[in-house]
């Protein structure tokens, strides 16, 4: 609860980044989801044209609509994913090199005795190592906590919604397991 508390201070600071790459990631997240919806439209509307084309009122333009569509998808999950990327790693690196500087600043107040008590290596290896985790805390771990959450609710409802409740409660079994 102590380490949880130090490195709230630091995130608290930048909690606007931490805001703003959460919600590029959040829509992403929501792009992606529709993604497999609008290939298995252009796929279905394929097919049935091959079948009969004379029967069916799916045309080339509509294909190519719908391709021009996921492609415009594709560039706001690259936009958007630019954006959590800048957002979270950034505050983490920032808050990174915060804790780097406070840690500096406390160590140059510290005497000889100090020093002569504990290896340097130790405290290089505080110094990389130890804040590299903390990085990884704040901006990784912040990341995947947040997609995963996010993901999964994002495709059992589209899964309850487009193929069958009773198919999405199978499948969800193993991941109970």
Avoid at 160 to 165: D, G
Wanted: glycine share 6%.
């Amino acid at each position: 609860m102590k380490t949880l508390k130090f490195a709230g201070r630091y995130v608290l600071r930048h909690w606007w980044q931490y805001v703003l790459g959460i919600l590029a990631l959040y829509m992403v997240d929501q792009v992606n989801v529709y993604v497999p919806e609008y290939t298995g439209n252009i796929i279905d509307g394929l097919t049935a044209w091959l079948a009969s084309p004379e029967t069916v009122a799916f045309t080339m333009d509509d294909a190519m609509r719908i391709v021009l569509m996921i492609l415009g998808m594709g560039a706001a999950i690259a936009i958007g994913r630019f954006c959590w990327r800048f957002f979270i790693f950034g505050a983490a690196r920032s808050i990174e090199k915060e804790i780097r500087q406070d840690m500096y600043g406390h160590l140059s107040t510290l005497s000889m005795r100090y020093f002569n008590q504990h290896k340097t290596g130790d405290l290089m290896a505080h110094f990389t190592n130890d804040l590299m985790s903390v990085r990884q805390l704040l901006g990784m771990t912040v990341i995947t906590a947040f997609d995963a959450t996010v993901m999964l609710v994002l495709v059992l409802a589209n899964m309850i919604k487009y193929v069958s409740p009773k198919l999405t409660v199978v499948a969800i079994i193993p991941l109970l397991v």
